[in-house]
């Protein structure tokens, strides 16, 4: 096998087996009551603890929903999937690339002071533009579509 094709393969999986963890994850702890979600969001308050404040409504907010924390869980299951099978890798990264950036962001902008998980997320949205650039061939064809472009009459 050429060494391009067996990282390929091993870096799918990591990410696959990252966004299966996180998605069972998902599904592991019972979501607070809206009361418990004021209380813990009022431990908050002061000025130095903006960020703490903001993280524990977003995701308290998703949850809250009742549907969107575990609508994410299923979609990096699923994605997880896609990417460890080895046969639609391409169609898993496509699909991860939202959630990857979205954790990516979320990282970047409410958890910037948690250098280990930031490094992390990096990892993980670089794993998911290579793999994506890997196909940029495939890729092309599906986004790039000149033919489509009807020509004015001259």
Not at 34 to 58: G, M, R
Not at 60 to 78: A, E, P, R, S
Not at 98 to 124: A, K, M, S, Y
Request: charged share 15%.
């Amino acid at each position: 096998m050429k060494p391009i094709l067996i990282l390929r393969i091993l870096l799918s999986v990591v990410l696959g087996g990252m966004l299966l963890y996180g998605g069972i994850g998902k599904f592991s702890k019972e979501n607070p009551s809206p009361v418990n979600v004021v209380k813990k969001a009022q431990k908050f308050q002061e000025p130095n603890q903006t960020k703490t404040l903001q993280k524990v409504l977003y995701i308290n907010g998703m949850k809250q929903t009742g549907y969107l924390w575990q609508f994410l869980g299923v979609m990096q299951i699923i994605c997880g999937l896609l990417l460890i099978s080895q046969v639609f890798t391409t169609f898993g990264a496509i699909m991860a690339f939202p959630i990857v950036i979205n954790i990516f962001f979320f990282h970047w902008f409410l958890e910037r002071d948690e250098i280990g998980e930031l490094v992390q997320t990096v990892g993980l949205l670089l794993i998911n533009i290579w793999l994506l650039y890997t196909e940029r061939t495939k890729l092309k064809s599906i986004i790039y579509q000149p033919e489509k472009i009807k020509r004015p009459l001259a």
